[in-house]
């Protein structure tokens, strides 16, 4: 593996390790960057434990710098270093503190936008200008998040551990979102090129390394399955020319059969558990999408029953309004639609533009189409209900 | 071991809890003091007059001035406080979990270290 891989697999693991040893996560990110530094300068061909590698040499480098420092900052880390002497010195990175490190980065005392930003920036490796291209915003902005979350977990004393079995009920959820947010801000992008492949890579790499920490928790099993089957479908969404194609119209040659199997796999493990949540009730119904060569509607229908009693909220309706569409007609589907509100959401009209189109009331579905437009941020999203509206037989 | 200020917060023209319903509140926070103080937390704890009963003290260009009235108007102020003494964040917002149940919104502020007696 070159210097960049083991940068990107290693980075966040070494953070985390090094946060542990110095109690402190500024301290353990210099330290570890001295030591990818160190590593460019040094290495030939890279050690076979690079981990191990770089998380000695950034805690040497740490020492070094503490004992030249007299801040309290300094002597406080320095305490925490003589403490953890008696450890044999030759260790690579704990699994126990990345999971820390996640829980850290996505507390619920911090905000929303700063655990994606701060997950990203510690245990990604990306930094600050890859973050800002990837959510289109602006750099200082991100890094404004990122110093005012570390500043908040420093002065608040947020706790870098990993909770406790009766708090995970609080504290998974927050994490399993950061992650799956961060996999449709790739996925779906609110602007910009459809699919930006980077944050989905980094989601599915955070949620496999999430899936081996915490083995027995379904519903991370269930977002591991999730978005590596909507990964899975990546190559046959959009065709040559760019344009968005529907899932029932997909070239399912070109799924991805490797993702599928994995994610397959997950599912079933996820059922033998048998105790459904959210994540992996979506990853049933991406399951069914890719069994086979056509979508059991009937299957999908039941499964977003059963989410919608598990997460009664508008989203999940929408969503669900599609399968009714297959299975009971557009009619009911339409009907399933009233009373849902998802202001400012594109996908509301889009979907009741179809349903409208499919019941031969073109004026309505018309009005609905131009509704989506408005609203669609998403440049390849527009050209698609652009098309879509255009295609309208009745006058 | 970190100091937490953990405040209550009233709205001005919210409704006023009924009788029966500040009696659950003061019953309830009793039973939460009790906990605190058993459990080594606690630092220091109470309720407070309205606003109106505040005098704020200057002193401009060396003379002292009073004035009636709160250091700020806002139609939401401090109702209560406590200060507790536990190891981090999650330990005082367990803490607050349950003062809220009681007593509604509650803020959790760290204090500086440096002025920590």
Not at chain 1, 122 to 146: K, N
Request: aromatic letters at 6%.
């Amino acid at each position: 593996m070159d210097l960049a891989g083991i940068y990107r697999a290693e980075y966040g693991r070494c953070v985390a390790t090094l946060a542990r040893i110095l109690g402190d996560i500024n301290l353990a990110e210099e330290a570890v960057q001295d030591a990818f530094t160190t590593a460019l300068q040094k290495w030939q061909t890279p050690p076979p434990n690079p981990g191990a590698w770089i998380v000695t040499t950034a805690r040497n480098r740490a020492v070094d710098r503490l004992r030249r420092e007299s801040t309290r900052e300094a002597r406080h880390a320095q305490a925490l270093l003589l403490h953890h002497q008696d450890e044999p010195r030759e260790v690579g990175p704990v699994k126990d503190d990345q999971l820390r490190l996640i829980f850290t980065c996505c507390h619920p005392a911090l905000a929303p936008d700063a655990r994606t930003a701060l997950t990203l920036r510690l245990l990604g490796g990306l930094d600050v200008s890859e973050i800002a291209r990837a959510y289109l915003v602006q750099e200082a902005t991100v890094a404004q998040r990122i110093v005012r979350a570390k500043k908040k977990i420093r002065d608040a004393t947020i706790p870098y551990r990993v909770p406790a079995e009766h708090e995970l009920p609080d504290r998974l959820p927050p994490v399993l979102t950061v992650l799956y947010l961060m996999f449709n801000e790739g996925y779906a992008s609110t602007a910009g090129p459809l699919i930006r492949t980077d944050l989905c890579t980094e989601a599915i790499r955070l949620a496999r390394e999430l899936a081996t920490l915490m083995p027995d928790e379904p519903e991370v099993l269930g977002l591991l399955a999730l978005l590596l089957l909507t990964e899975a479908r990546r190559p046959a969404r959009l065709d040559p020319t760019g344009e968005l194609v529907l899932l029932a119209d997909q070239d399912r040659s070109l799924w991805n059969r490797a993702l599928i199997a994995e994610g397959h796999d997950l599912v079933r493990r996820c059922l033998r558990r048998n105790r459904p949540g959210a994540y992996q009730i979506q990853a049933a119904i991406s399951a069914v999408h890719t069994d086979g060569a056509a979508t059991d509607w009937p299957q999908v229908l039941a499964l977003y029953d059963q989410l919608l009693v598990l997460t009664p909220t508008p989203v999940v309706a929408l969503n669900r309004a599609v399968a009714v569409a297959e299975v009971h007609g557009p009619a009911v589907a339409l009907a399933s639609l009233e009373g849902v509100d998802l202001p400012g959401y594109h996908r509301l009209p889009a979907t009741r533009a179809e349903l409208l189109a499919r019941l031969g009331r073109d004026d309505e579905a018309r009005a609905a189409y131009d509704q989506a437009v408005a609203l669609a941020t998403n440049e390849t999203e527009r050209a698609y209900l652009q098309n879509r509206r255009t295609a309208l037989t009745h006058p | 071991m970190k100091q937490y200020l953990l405040s209550v917060h009233l709205v001005e023209g919210a409704p006023a809890p009924s009788d029966e319903e500040m009696q659950t509140m003061f019953a309830e926070t009793g039973r939460i003091n009790d906990e605190m103080q058993a459990s080594g937390a606690w630092v220091f704890g109470g309720g407070l007059l309205s606003p109106d009963s505040a005098t704020v003290v200057r002193i401009e260009n060396g003379a002292t001035t009073m004035s009636d009235g709160p250091f700020v108007e806002t139609k939401e102020h401090m109702a209560g406080f406590w200060v507790i003494r536990c190891a981090d964040l999650d330990q005082a917002l367990a803490w607050a979990e349950k003062c809220a149940a009681a007593c509604g919104p509650v803020e959790v502020r760290p204090f500086d270290d440096l002025s920590q007696a």
